[in-house]
């Protein structure tokens, strides 16, 4: 079983900037791909980003691509979600998952690839 955590969440002007971190319980978080997610209020959960788990492949949603960078550290178990030049449109509750495998990139973007869920952290952008 994997559990995890993320933190890092707040609120920042346009523009701004936060460092998302996902800390993850478990043994096999090396061996699998994890995402982050974001959901607004009254929206669907949708993807942000995904990494694999060597981190050698990532993949970004379009609005996202550019200003976001997902990255890992396997020796800490960690995921982090580096926002950059954030806009109102990226409030949201931003969830951190993990995979049951270590996806291919077609069904990285789906909420059904993944297995685990944190809490998740609210960002919220202000104007």
């Known amino acids: 079983q994997v559990q995890l955590v993320e933190s890092g969440g707040g609120l920042v002007q346009a523009g701004g900037s936060l460092r998302l971190s996902c800390a993850a319980s478990?043994?096999?978080?090396?061996?699998?791909?994890m995402g982050w997610f974001r959901q607004a209020p009254g929206k669907e959960r949708d993807f942000v980003a995904a990494?694999?788990?060597?981190?050698?492949?990532?993949q970004y949603a379009d609005s996202v691509k550019g200003r976001f960078t997902i990255s890992r550290d396997n020796a800490k178990n960690t995921v982090f979600l580096q926002m950059n030049s954030l806009k109102p449109e990226d409030t949201a509750t931003y969830f951190c998952?993990?995979?049951?495998?270590?996806?291919?990139?077609?069904?990285?973007?789906?909420?059904?690839?993944?297995?685990?869920w944190g809490q998740g952290t609210q960002v919220t952008v202000s104007s």
């Open positions: 990494i694999s788990a060597g981190g050698g492949s990532i």
């Open positions: 478990g043994r096999t978080f090396s061996s699998v791909s």
């Open positions: 998952a993990a995979g049951r495998v270590n996806l291919t990139p077609p069904v990285a973007v789906f909420t059904t690839s993944y297995g685990y």
